[in-house]
């Protein structure tokens, strides 16, 4: 059996096994027992306070070559998703170049998502993560698929019609390879004749898609319709309500938090809470509003634990999520519990 041996954190590095499971103040769990430690890893501890961890010997001496070192399981994940989205931005050059794609080539790539399907947390993780502004749309594409695959999980689809699902989300934005970059990339307000052309990306991607052989109706459908929207206020037909099909309405919904929490040419991004208050608050009769309960109420519970900067410089940590602002969690600083629904002028500034 390994010995366990307790640790500085200062002292710790990549490779060494957690030996103990490490939990906030308030109970959320940190780290695992068995996790290998990296330097994220590592780092999230210290940003937590946690001085000393108890961790399984570790003798540099009989340490492996640098290739058969086993990999901690951000590492891995990191690295699918890289790859998913290097994969998935040479479709993109295919169809920007003129060429045709076949749909095995999408099908490797929402199989390496699916795959995905139970590791909640490192998805969750991997969306809010710093992206290059101008491969916005590679990692869009690829952040889209898996909410979705998130949503249709919580949606109890059947796993067959989620894998289609996954497929959709990969590419819904797939006509934007037919909008010229000087608009995809425009740092500023785009004009009335840049935003008509930017509309019709979904029906370009719907176009693209009816060359690929075996491609399903329904993601067809996603495709073209995911900015629709329940008032009939969206493009490109104006389909209201129960005229739009579900894998569109879900669409809607993981490609606006995805949007909205990333940084684009022409704006920074928001903070998750800042979302989830934007999207509980305003897209009322805009979004499914069923869908999108089931979205908030989910993916916001994965941020409890989660270390915050507020707006006055403090740092704190989330303890509760309040489901009637999601937005406006409960959070904790030293022995303090403040509410942010009652807490007048205090709001969260920054994920860290």
């Known amino acids: 059996m390994r010995k366990k041996i307790k640790m500085d954190i200062d002292a710790c590095k990549p490779r060494m096994v957690m030996a103990e499971t490490i939990y906030s103040d308030y109970g959320a769990v940190i780290v695992w027992e068995n996790t290998v430690l990296d330097k994220l890893t590592i780092n999230r501890l210290k940003i937590f306070g946690i001085e000393k961890i108890w961790v399984y010997e570790y003798d540099e001496s009989d340490e492996e070559p640098e290739e058969s070192k086993p990999r901690s399981e951000t590492e891995v994940f990191s690295d699918s998703y890289e790859n998913d989205t290097e994969q998935f931005k040479t479709i993109l050059y295919d169809l920007s170049a003129g060429k045709t794609v076949s749909i095995e080539k999408t099908v490797q790539i929402a199989d390496s998502i699916y795959a995905k399907k139970d590791q909640r947390r490192k998805i969750i993780e991997c969306i809010t993560q710093m992206r290059k502004v101008d491969e916005y749309t590679y990692y869009h594409s690829i952040n889209v698929s898996m909410l979705a695959m998130l949503i249709g999980k919580w949606l109890r689809l059947r796993p067959e019609d989620n894998h289609l699902l996954v497929q959709a989300g990969l590419l819904h934005d797939i006509g934007k ?150 937005g406006k969690p409960v959070i904790k600083i030293g022995d303090e519990y403040i509410d942010l629904m009652a807490a007048k002028g205090l709001k969260i500034e920054e994920l860290i």
């Open 177 to 326: 390879s037919r909008i010229p970059a000087a608009i995809i990339n425009k740092p500023g307000k785009l004009s009335d004749e840049e935003l008509d052309e930017m509309k019709k990306h979904s029906e370009y991607g719907y176009y693209i898609v009816q060359y690929m052989e075996g491609i399903d109706r329904r993601v067809q459908e996603a495709i073209l319709y995911h900015h629709e929207r329940e008032d009939g206020s969206g493009y490109p037909i104006g389909l209201k309500g129960e005229q739009i099909p579900l894998f569109a309405k879900v669409l809607a919904i993981a490609d606006t938090f995805d949007a909205m929490t990333a940084d684009r040419a022409y704006k920074m991004k928001n903070t998750p809470f800042e979302v989830f208050q934007l999207m509980q608050n305003d897209c009322f009769g805009y979004l499914d509003t069923i869908i999108l309960n089931t979205f908030l109420s989910n993916i916001s519970h994965y941020y409890i634990g989660s270390k915050v900067r507020l707006n006055d410089g403090r740092i704190a940590e989330i303890v509760y999520i309040n489901s009637q602002q999601y």
